[in-house]
């Protein structure tokens, strides 16, 4: 922008405030604008500055644009042709400047500050009246230059120096503006100062330094903001001149004493200054510092404020220097040791030490220093008697404030570097005064006075103090560490419980063991404290918050315990097993992270429990981790590792899944660390490698995705682990054979000797270790179990049984798909399999998850193809009878074809195990077996699995054994001479006996084998003939086996095919029971044409020859009979056929009993005459059988209907019209006394009934024997009702008319039901009812129902109500 000078040179009147000077040359003159809002300063109002630099001239302009100007203020710049330019004010000072090249404006200011440099935006002007006054300065300020300098400078170096005046006058305005009471405008100020000092630090420390000169009126508030930045721009100078040095530590000198309205803020700020010159050059402060300290003056407080940040760790030294200043300081406080004589001093020193603090969370650097000093001090003190003198004096201080007591502790324990005699004596006195009785016994939190507060945590300076003792005088500890830990445990036990006891205690231990570690000769100490120890740290775990973590204890405590034992503690199994589950539990028993948080929120500094490296748990968790890896090293054995593991499974099957996942961490880790310090020895073999797998294998398909990458890493480094270990102990066995030749189809194995340790793959074919993190779940698993023993398989398959009774679904499931997995891959090998089907068994009742349990079925299929006698063996343990879960496995077993053959030969194996229990006295010992148990559950178990259909084809198959078997299996529980019913005498015994049911059981297997099998027909004589009873009696059991082969001999030829050939094996049986059962059957047999088919006739003949010489009188005289058969005999046949006459004319007798025997005859000589028949004289016995169907003796009645029914049977298939005539005319009368009176007439009654119902080849023979045998009631009559009535016209009319002439009956009950039976044809067949009755007969059943509707029957009643009137309905139709 054009301006036009005035002709009046050194005018000040010009609008723009500049001079008349400045206006000669359009090119002499140029405005630099900056402004200090560019750099990010918020929203703070700072109005910018512009510099005028006119050339040629001696005057710049640095004013704020549309301020008035200020004639009264000029700034001269001065020079020499020989000296750099210069900036004179009020004081002259040389400011190196910088040059700045083609910016319009200054940009001076521009670069910000990324050190380390102090912020100082926290730092508020006070609110104080007097603090807010400042001087006032001008808007404008002139740089004048002497016409001698001018012509002295050239053009490059009059550019410079334009550009270093700018950056001093812009400076100058930021320390000027410092003066401010806006925070905001003081934190950017503070900002650009610091950014300007680190393009060009000389330049602001000389104008800081000038504007100390030249302002030493400025507020302390002012001087406070200026000591602030001056630190900061020292701190991030990379050096300091010697001259600046002595200037600035005169400054802080000089203003360290000071007192003013910002008391010790000011004393501090001017003392930092001091500190931060001491990053440059430490040695001339020191030397400021020893004069001040020696004077036999106490030391002002900001003297000690500087020694403390020099000493404090986090002061502005370096190692070398810190070390050389810290055997200064040691100097300096041997020479001041003749102060402590000083009362004066003393008092002082004393009065420092106990002054309270403005917090008591934080102590100020130089009360820390000062305890630091004055124990020092007393170390330097050659006379003891001093040094418990002033030890007594500051222990009977107050020891309310938790930095006091650290101070103290601080104190003593330097001093007992020197002095450890005199220091214990001291503690030793002041342990035992009556203030510290008191407060170890007699404290109550509610109304303290101030005096007992003074004590209540003296207990907690006196641990501290016992620490620092240890870390002070660690080269001399060795021999007091027992009496030390002996009153460290007796505070700890009998203060009162809080936590500044916990952590003072936790300090102390830390801090001595830390001593005891860096001693030599510790490890070969006894120390007799250390069990003690340990058992005070547990309690301190165990007394730790269950739920919330907010200080470092756990970790500390934990962290102890690894220190002290590496020092190898003399503590037994159990102590040590205590010990490492409090550990855990402290750990793994935290609630979660976000649980931790929310408890800890309320806290004014709450602890970063975050799972982050550095934070509070992780700190934890990493100490607890040490602790396992410690264990392990100290004793580097597989027993000790499988110690630890033992304890980490327990939290590896917790259900809460924060901590499954922090044991799995904590195991990884601990395998991570034997992977890379392998110190187990190579020959020792691992313990329980099958468990650890099988826990992190299930943990692998756990819901928490972290915990399943912690398992796989796991299994991972497991596997490394194994290889690596095996490997070397393989080339260290010297014994190892060399690699077999195998074939191809035959699995490599290798041994070490032991068959039970030998590795299911060879070495070589291992998978590789760089790939096994890369591999899935179920592959992981599978290449660890190919590096498994046998031992170690099955310890993984218990490990997996045990999980199935979980109640986790997850870990039940994954257990189930591990089981599976290894015996799919392994099933082959594995031995002890009885033990484990028990445990599966066991478990399998618990599973709740169906797939799961489809698993473990499955493998028990996979594992009986290889093991089925020992899963047999085992199975039937448990299965007397089997409940639902035995049964499942029993299907399980047989799931496969050839399994279930294997699983029933098996069984009938077990069945033939049949020992008699041994005769013993009352009072000698009893047997280990009272009874062949598992015979009777082989019993059990097959008749149950008859019904299953895994088994139905095989049973099928193995019809004629079965069968065999279970007829040998109920003649050998008779043996046992078994009550029907459990006896009152019986009760008292062992329930391993066996019971009345064991009959009943067999005989329901044989049942069951003939309803299940086909043969039903077999079962349905039996049923009806309710023969099943006879096998329930040693005198009766022949004639029911003798009634069975009857009935197949009566069935499908095939069955007397099958059973004869397996006949042969049971009559060479040593048993005499089989062979008893198989000539019984052989008897029968011979009366079947199918018989011939298999054997001969001669070689009958001579089976049953051979017999006659058996050991057995009964299966002798068996043989015999069988000898007599009319089959070898054929001649017998006429002459019995001869004698049938006068049997049936003896029917006609009077005595009931003859009739009974006679018929009977008469049903022996049909069974004899076999398939020869009787011929003609069938219809003369069909006659005389049915004439006394309604005989009133209850015998003869029962007799006749089974003579009658044997004549079916024997002419079946053969019968003459005449017969089946008969056979017509007897239905109504066998169908009516079914509800005879007589229990024998009715059994015979439905037996006959089948059997004619069979011979007239009726339909539904099955559905009518079901009827006949169990159903009852109005269904069951229909049935049968209207099967009679469905025949024939001619038929329909003969049942008909016999119903009809029951009605005549004087028996009341066969009147009423054929009067059911009359009125149930009347409804469902009337048209064929009015063809065949008449009008008397009308009449009859008119009258007859008349009579029914009196019967005390309400049923009865209505039927006969509404028969009456229906039948005017079918009178109507007859006509």
């Not at 020694?307 to 404090?312: A, C, N, P, R």
């Not at 003296?458 to 003792?469: F, N, P």
């Not at 009956?1305 to 009337?1326: E, I, M, Q």
Request: with cysteine; aromatic share 6%; proline share 6%.
């Amino acid at each position: 922008m054009d301006r036009k000078p005035s002709e009046k040179a050194g005018s000040h009147s010009m609008a723009d405030g500049t001079s008349p000077a400045l206006s000669q040359s359009p090119r002499s003159w140029g405005w630099c604008e900056a402004s200090p809002t560019g750099g990010g300063g918020g929203d703070s109002k700072v109005e910018p500055w512009q510099v005028q630099v006119v050339a040629g001239a001696s005057r710049v302009v640095l004013r704020s644009p549309g301020s008035p100007p200020s004639p009264g203020k000029s700034w001269r710049l001065d020079a020499e042709p020989s000296s750099p330019p210069t900036v004179s004010g009020p004081s002259d000072a040389t400011v190196p400047l910088r040059r700045q090249d083609s910016h319009p404006g200054p940009g001076l200011v521009s670069s910000h500050l990324s050190g380390s440099s102090r912020d100082l935006s926290c730092r508020k002007a006070p609110q104080s009246s007097g603090c807010r006054d400042r001087v006032a300065h001008p808007t404008t300020i002139l740089l004048c230059k002497s016409k001698s300098s001018q012509a002295a400078l050239a053009p490059q170096e009059h550019r410079a120096f334009l550009e270093k005046a700018c950056s001093a006058a812009i400076c100058f305005k930021m320390l000027r503006d410092l003066s401010g009471s806006d925070s905001t405008h003081l934190n950017y100020v503070v900002k650009k100062i610091k950014s300007m000092a680190h393009e060009a630090p000389s330049l602001v420390l000389e104008t800081i330094h000038d504007y100390f000169m030249d302002n030493p009126e400025v507020s302390s508030w002012h001087k406070l903001q200026l000591f602030h930045v001056l630190e900061t721009v020292i701190r991030v100078s990379d050096s300091l001149e010697d001259s600046w040095e002595k200037a600035f530590i005169k400054l802080a000198l000089e203003n360290m004493a000071k007192s003013t309205e910002l008391k010790e803020a000011y004393q501090d700020a001017a003392s930092n200054l001091l500190v931060a010159v001491c990053k440059h050059s430490w040695r001339p402060v020191a030397r400021h510092l020893e004069t001040e300290v020696l004077r036999g003056v106490f030391p002002h407080r900001s003297l000690l404020y500087v020694m403390g940040v020099l000493t404090s760790p986090q002061g502005p030294l370096s190692q070398a220097d810190k070390a050389s200043w810290e055997e200064q300081l040691s100097k300096i406080a041997a020479r001041s040791a003749r102060f402590l004589n000083s009362d004066v001093w003393s008092k002082e020193l004393l009065w420092a030490l106990t002054k309270p603090d403005q917090t008591h969370q934080e102590q100020p650097p130089e009360k820390a220093f000062l305890f630091v000093f004055y124990g020092l001090i007393l170390q330097a003190e050659d006379n003891g008697a001093t040094v418990r003198k002033h030890l007594q004096t500051l222990l009977e201080t107050s020891h309310r404030w938790p930095k006091q007591r650290e101070g103290m502790a601080v104190t003593v324990g330097l001093a007992a570097a020197r002095h450890l005699e005199d220091v214990w004596a001291v503690l030793e006195h002041f342990g035992q005064s009556d203030p510290i009785k008191c407060s170890l016994h007699t404290f109550s939190p509610k109304g303290l006075a101030s005096e007992d507060l003074q004590w209540k945590w003296a207990s907690s300076t006196i641990l501290l103090a016992y620490g620092q003792m240890a870390v002070k005088a660690k080269a001399h500890i060795l021999p007091w560490v027992d009496n030390i830990l002996s009153r460290m445990i007796f505070f700890f036990r009998y203060s009162s419980w809080n936590e500044t006891l916990k952590h003072s205690f936790l300090t102390a231990v830390l801090m001595l063991v830390e001593a005891i570690s860096c001693t030599s000769g510790a490890h070969s100490h006894q120390f007799s404290q250390l069990s003690e120890l340990l058992e005070c740290l547990m309690v301190l775990l165990q007394k730790e918050p269950k739920d919330v973590l907010y200080t470092p204890a756990r970790q500390q405590a934990i962290c102890v315990i690894s220190s002290l034992w590496k020092l190898r503690l003399p503590l037994d199994l159990e102590k040590k097993s205590q010990l490492l589950s409090t550990c855990l539990h402290s750990v793994l028993g935290l609630p979660l992270l976000d649980v931790l948080e929310r408890h800890t929120c309320l806290f004014l500094e709450p602890p970063n429990i975050q799972v982050r490296p550095g934070t509070l748990y992780n700190k934890t968790s990493e100490a607890l981790d040490q602790l396992l890896q410690t264990f392990l090293e100290e004793n580097p054995t597989a027993d000790e590792l499988h110690f630890l593991l033992s304890h980490l499974f327990t939290w590896l099957v917790s259900d809460k899944a924060h901590e499954r996942q922090r044991a799995v961490n904590s195991c990884v880790g601990l395998l991570k660390f034997l992977s890379l310090n392998p110190h187990l020895d190579p020959k020792e073999d691992f313990k329980r490698v099958g468990q650890l797998v099988a826990m992190l294998g299930v943990l692998c398909q756990d819901p928490d995705e972290a915990t399943q990458g912690s398992s796989m890493e796991g299994l991972g480094q497991l596997y490394q682990l194994l290889m690596g270990q095996r490997a070397e102990a393989s080339q260290t066995d010297a014994l190892v054979p060399e690699r077999p030749q195998a074939s191809s189809d035959e699995a490599l194995r290798w041994s070490s000797g032991d068959q039970k340790a030998r590795l299911l793959i060879p070495q070589e074919v291992a998978f590789p270790k760089d790939r096994i993190f890369q591999l899935g779940s179920s592959q992981v698993i599978k290449e660890v179990m190919k590096r498994l023993t046998l031992a170690e398989l099955t310890d993984l398959i218990w490990t997996t049984i045990e999980g199935l009774g979980s109640t986790s679904p997850f870990r039940v499931q994954a257990a189930a798909s591990m089981l599976l997995a290894v015996i799919q891959e392994h099933g082959a090998q594995l031995e002890t399999v009885a033990n484990l089907g028990q445990a599966i068994h066991l478990q399998l009742g618990s599973v709740r998850v169906p797939q799961a349990k489809k698993d473990v079925l499955l493998a028990v299929t996979l594992l009986a193809r290889n093991h089925t006698p020992e899963l047999v063996a085992a199975f039937l343990d448990f299965s007397t009878p089997p409940d639902s879960h035995t049964f499942q496995l029993w299907r399980a077993l047989g799931a496969e074809p050839p399994g279930s053959r294997r699983v029933l030969a098996t069984l009938l194996a077990w069945l033939q195990e049949r020992p008699l229990p041994t005769q013993t006295s009352n009072s000698g010992p009893q047997p280990k077996e009272k009874a062949p148990l598992r015979s009777m559950a082989a019993m059990n178990t097959l008749c149950k699995l008859q019904l299953a259909r895994e088994f139905k084809d095989t049973v099928q198959e193995a019809y004629p054994q079965l069968l065999l078997a279970f007829l040998a299996q109920v003649h050998y529980i008779l043996e046992l001479h078994l009550p029907r019913e459990p006896q009152p005498s019986r009760k008292a015994q062992e329930a391993a006996m066996p019971s009345a049911q064991s009959c009943s059981m067999s005989l329901e297997a044989l049942r069951s084998l003939l309803a299940t099998t086909g043969h039903w027909q077999s079962f349905a004589q039996l049923e009806l003939q309710d023969a099943w009873p006879l096998f329930t009696a040693m005198d009766t059991y022949s004639k029911g086996v003798g009634l069975l082969a009857r009935a197949i001999v009566q069935g499908v030829c095939g069955q007397v095919k099958d059973v004869t050939r397996q006949l042969l094996h049971g009559l060479r049986s040593r048993e005499e029971r089989e062979r008893k059962v198989a000539i019984l059957i052989l008897n029968e047999f011979l009366h079947s044409p199918a018989l011939l088919e298999v054997l001969s006739e001669q070689d009958a003949l001579t089976l049953l020859a051979q017999s006659l010489r058996d050991p057995s009188p009964e299966v002798r005289a068996l043989s015999l009979q069988g000898l007599g058969n009319i089959l070898f005999h054929p001649e017998k046949g006429s002459l019995l056929r001869r004698q049938l006459p006068h049997f049936l004319s003896g029917f006609f007798q009077n005595s009931e009993p003859v009739v009974v025997h006679l018929m009977g005859t008469v049903s022996e000589v049909l069974h004899r005459l076999g398939a020869q028949g009787v011929g003609a004289q069938s219809l003369s016995v069909a006659v005389n059988a049915r004439s006394f169907f309604d005989d009133e003796r209850e015998g003869v009645r029962a007799a006749a209907m089974a003579l009658f029914g044997d004549l079916v049977a024997s002419m079946a298939g053969r019968e003459p019209r005449s017969l089946r005539t008969q056979v017509h005319q007897s239905m109504v009368p066998l169908l009516l006394h079914l509800k005879d009176r007589c229990p024998a007439v009715i059994t015979q009654a439905k037996f006959t009934f089948y059997r004619c119902s069979l011979l007239l080849r009726w339909r539904l023979p099955h559905t009518l024997f079901c009827t006949l045998a169990w159903e009852r009631g109005l269904s069951a009559r229909h049935f049968l009702w209207s099967h009679l009535l469905t025949q024939r016209q001619e038929e329909f009319s003969i049942h008909l008319s016999q119903a009809l002439s029951y009605l005549h009956s004087r028996n009341h009950h066969l009147k009423t039901w054929a009067a059911l039976f009359l009125g149930y044809a009347t409804c469902y067949h009337p048209q064929a009812v009015s063809q065949v009755v008449n009008s008397g007969d009308l009449k009859l059943l008119f009258s007859t129902f008349k009579g029914l509707q009196k019967e005390p029957e309400p049923g009865i009643q209505g039927f006969a109500t509404r028969q009456l009137s229906f039948l005017p309905q079918v009178a109507a139709s007859q006509k």
